[in-house]
Each structure stands twice: as structure tokens, then as C-alpha cells.
């Protein structure tokens, strides 16, 4: 974050809350975003990724899982710290594996606000951890790499994240076409 500008205007929401808005002001080294990769030529996406080797301590050989080190080590710094995001997703990342858009962020210095917000707190943290993962696949995607799952599942358990007590449920009579 360069510069946040807080507006001395207070803004009424239908639900009957009032926000000040922020204009933020980012740094970043990469201006696209992962999501970006629709509109980026082969070349361009691939010298942002090249630029990940001098990230790569663990010597992997897939960039995906260069990229995945990174994102899995800095979700356990933000937990570590009980800082929530709460909007990790292939759009608000760089191709530089810059984490933006903290608007929706949350942490002990700057707490929700509203009963209702702090109740589902904790069911918010593990869903970042999904949502990490599901950026990693993304990203093996865009680069088509084949993913080894149990390798993500491993980075993942390296940083303290045991997804197996994570279960899918299924509700076979929700799914489309029955």
C-alpha cells in the first residue's frame, strides 16, 4: 500500500451501517493480475513467471508449485498473525504473487465491526486456505502444468494447513440436472 486517502464523507448503506470510504493507493511490481491471463500474450505471462526461479528455495521444478510456496507461506504469516483477507481469489493476486485488495480484510488491530461479522470469523480463516488452493490450481492451469495434488496437500501440511480434516459434502439432490 502506497497511500490510503480516508474521505471526510460519511456514506449511509441500505442496511443501515455508514462507512467512510477509502481511495487506496498500491505499489505493485506486476499490474495483472492472475486473472488477467485472458488478455496477456504467452510472452508476457511468461516473464512474470520467469521472474518467480529467484523465489524458488525449495527447488521445485513446476512453477506452479514456486507459486504455491509463496501464497501457502504468506496465508500462514497473515493466520499467524489473525489477519483475515476474506477476498483471496486468482483476482486479487499479481503475477508477481502480489496479495492485493484489502478492503475486506480484517485483523486484531482493525476488528469487524458489526456483531454479525465477528460471529463468522472463524469459519472464514479455513476458507482461505481453500480458496489458496483453488488459485494454485488456477495458476497450474493458465501455465499447463499437470498438478500433483498430493504435493499442494504436502506444501500445505509443511505450513501448519491439514486439509484432511476438511470433508466434502455432497447433496446429490442439489446437483444440476436432477
Not at 488477467?36 to 521444478?61: C, L, P, S
Not at 504435493?151 to 442439489?174: P, S, T
Request: glycine content about 2%; proline content about 3%; charged content about 25%.
Amino acid at each position: 500500500m502506497e497511500y490510503v486517502l480516508e474521505l471526510d464523507v460519511e456514506l449511509a448503506l441500505p442496511n443501515g451501517h455508514k462507512v467512510k470510504p477509502c481511495l487506496l493507493q498500491y505499489d505493485v511490481e506486476c499490474p495483472y493480475r492472475i486473472c488477467d491471463a485472458a488478455f496477456m500474450t504467452h510472452e508476457q505471462i511468461q516473464a512474470e513467471v520467469a521472474k518467480w526461479e529467484q523465489m524458488n528455495e525449495r527447488g521445485y521444478k513446476k512453477y506452479h508449485m514456486i507459486a504455491a510456496n509463496v501464497l501457502v507461506r504468506n496465508l500462514r504469516i497473515l493466520h499467524d498473525h489473525n489477519i483475515l483477507h476474506n477476498a483471496i481469489s486468482e483476482q486479487n493476486y499479481t503475477w508477481a504473487l502480489e496479495l492485493l485488495d484489502f478492503e475486506l480484510a480484517c485483523s486484531p488491530a482493525h476488528p469487524y465491526t458489526s456483531e454479525d461479522d465477528m460471529r463468522h470469523l472463524k469459519n472464514l480463516f479455513p476458507r482461505e486456505i481453500i480458496q489458496t488452493y483453488v488459485v494454485i490450481n488456477y495458476i497450474a492451469g493458465v501455465l499447463r502444468e499437470e498438478i500433483d495434488f498430493a504435493d499442494v496437500d504436502a506444501l500445505f501440511a509443511d505450513y501448519g494447513f491439514d486439509l484432511k480434516q476438511y470433508e466434502v459434502k455432497i447433496d446429490r439432490n442439489r446437483m444440476v440436472g436432477k
